[in-house]
């Protein structure tokens, strides 16, 4: 039996469980979930992700020696040489070296991976989630196909599997999607550049333009529910998320090829972006009949954590 122990580190949350793999299934044996408390400077936050895999560990009986290895999911940007992490909206991470002082306090001289949060999720689906019913569908494995895993979230990452591995990239930027440039005309996004998909179609994002345009601030889950209530201005601002979000797979399609796509975060719970969104979008992919199912994720908010746990491979 194999053991991976995965930690799943976000600005709100930390959590963290062990994986079991035996015999080709993979079984979440014991799990906690913290605050991050990121306030409280890393120091602080450090000291209590130490205790929360002290705590998983205990909880299965397990000790330190019997894991095969430690993933490690963070909110941003991973370099892949020194596995510390470039940017992100939780600052405090920025630039520690977690792998160094984790084998180091916990004296474990097993693998210790790191990646960023939306791989750790895009990873988890393709291998555990939506990928392994796609698969069976197909009478192939997980391992042998190819995806998009897409944040819809506070903002919209991305990360890319090929054939069951997330791709990092040589400066740890593969997959950040939600800068692709949607319109040149469009709203300022943080990164400096204009009409990025994230300021489009994240939740943040539409809430913004939904304001500008109609001249009311609603959270993006109060415009949803609003236009399944057939309010006229909240079915007009679905239609353009829609718009938006069909150009958006379609380059993603375009440019990745993938077998299928997995949408997570929090616009991905609402059942109307995908009403249509195949039938539209397999119309005008480049390559015909090109036909990639788009899902909506199934592991929830578990995929961070599994998904760090399975980048020990
Ligand atoms: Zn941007």
Redesign the pocket.
Known sequence: MRLRLGLDIGGTKMEAAILATHSGRDEVLARERVPTQREEGFASVYKRMVQLISTVLNQNGTSISDLDGIGIGLPGAINPQTQQMLNGNTAIFVGQDLPALLSHDLEFSGSIAVANDANCFALAEALLGVGLRHAQELGTTPEHLTSIGVILGTGVGGGLIYKGRALEGPHGGAGEIG?TQLDPGGPK?F?G?QG?A?TFLSGKGMETWYADRFGEKLFAMQIFDRAEMLEKKALEAVQIYRRYLDQFTLNLINFFDPDFLVFGGGVSLQPAIYQGLEERVWKQTFIPDTRPRIYQNTLGDSAGVIGAALLIP
């Open positions: 800068h996004c990164c550049r990025c994230e």
